[in-house]
């Protein structure tokens, strides 16, 4: 009976494991994420938006703060982290988180994007399990829930229930058209290859996010998380509470040449006309 070699069992069992070991970093290297924080005299809340993305599960990322013309003490807050992970740009004036994200994501080195803003919180496995589904699903763009807090209280979360069903299916777009937006900034990971080929349109002064993923639907493959991975949380002074803003943005939308179907069109334009009665029928009384 021959003898048991160890010496040959141990390069046997060692030399795969250090090849899944090398795969693993490479991978991970490969995948950096690139998470843009657009701010704007946030400096009571900025310091919690950053520590949620620092205290990710998913280690392997940047933060770059784009500090869209802020003239209280927002640079000592960004000061007080010293991890070299965060990077603080200073724009000369304030021209609007659109132009401030458009920037970030001209600056940033990451193969994948990911969206924070100021006021809001990840949670701590957010980038890692949406990082994980993209892969898995070969998406080109995930989102995921989110929580939305106005003045400490829970509001609601989105995408509403009665969304979900269509989207699970697949059926994204049919339930975009509608006029509701469940994609949020915040809630989208997404390649830097692709959103590079589209940008923030700095003219919408609401909605940039929902008519950015209707200009790149046609052509995105989107998959979903279907975990609560942000809060979002609603400021007194935030632009989402401006109506004015809000019906400017629903007239952009009307005239714009987004590549829909003939149907598609018309079913788009019949929701958002809906929507600007029920928002705005008070001012015709």
């Known amino acids: 009976m021959k003898r048991i070699n160890l010496k040959t069992i141990s390069k046997f069992f060692f030399f795969p494991i250090c090849i899944i070991i090398l795969e693993y970093n490479l991978l991970n290297l490969n995948n950096k994420i690139s998470v843009i924080i657009p701010t704007y005299n946030r400096k009571n809340l900025i310091e919690n938006a950053i520590t949620s993305v620092l205290n990710q599960t998913y280690k392997n990322l940047e933060v770059l703060i784009i500090d869209d013309g802020s003239t209280d003490?927002?640079?000592?807050?960004?000061?007080?982290?010293?991890?070299?992970?965060?990077?603080?740009?200073?724009?000369?004036?304030?021209?609007?988180?659109?132009?401030?994200?458009?920037?970030?994501?001209?600056?940033?080195?990451?193969?994948?994007?990911?969206?924070?803003?100021?006021?809001?919180?990840?949670?701590?496995?957010?980038?890692?399990?949406?990082?994980?589904?993209?892969?898995?699903?070969?998406?080109?763009?995930?989102?995921?829930?989110?929580?939305?807090?106005?003045?400490?209280?829970?509001?609601?979360?989105?995408?509403?229930?009665?969304?979900?069903?269509?989207?699970?299916?697949?059926?994204?777009?049919?339930?975009?058209?509608?006029?509701?937006?469940?994609?949020?900034?915040?809630?989208?990971?997404?390649?830097?290859?692709?959103?590079?080929?589209?940008?923030?349109?700095?003219?919408?002064?609401?909605l940039q996010d929902y008519e950015l993923i209707l200009r790149m639907i046609p052509k995105v493959k989107i998959s979903y998380t279907r975990r609560i991975l942000v809060e979002l949380h609603i400021q007194k002074d935030s632009i989402q509470n401006s109506k004015e803003k809000l019906k400017k943005a629903f007239y952009i939308l009307l005239n714009k040449k987004f590549k829909f179907k003939s149907e598609q069109k018309k079913s788009f334009k019949n929701y958002l006309n809906q929507l600007l009665k029920v928002y705005f029928s008070e001012e015709n009384h």
């Open 73 to 206: 003490n927002t640079k000592e807050i960004i000061d007080k982290f010293s991890d070299k992970r965060v990077k603080y740009i200073k724009l000369k004036e304030n021209l609007g988180s659109s132009n401030a994200r458009n920037i970030g994501i001209k600056m940033a080195t990451g193969k994948y994007i990911s969206f924070q803003d100021s006021d809001d919180i990840f949670y701590p496995n957010k980038l890692e399990f949406q990082i994980n589904n993209l892969i898995n699903k070969k998406s080109v763009l995930d989102f995921c829930k989110i929580k939305v807090i106005f003045n400490s209280s829970l509001q609601y979360i989105i995408p509403h229930e009665y969304q979900e069903n269509n989207i699970i299916q697949g059926n994204i777009f049919s339930e975009l058209i509608k006029g509701v937006n469940f994609i949020s900034t915040q809630s989208i990971l997404i390649k830097k290859n692709f959103i590079t080929k589209y940008y923030f349109d700095i003219n919408m002064p609401r």
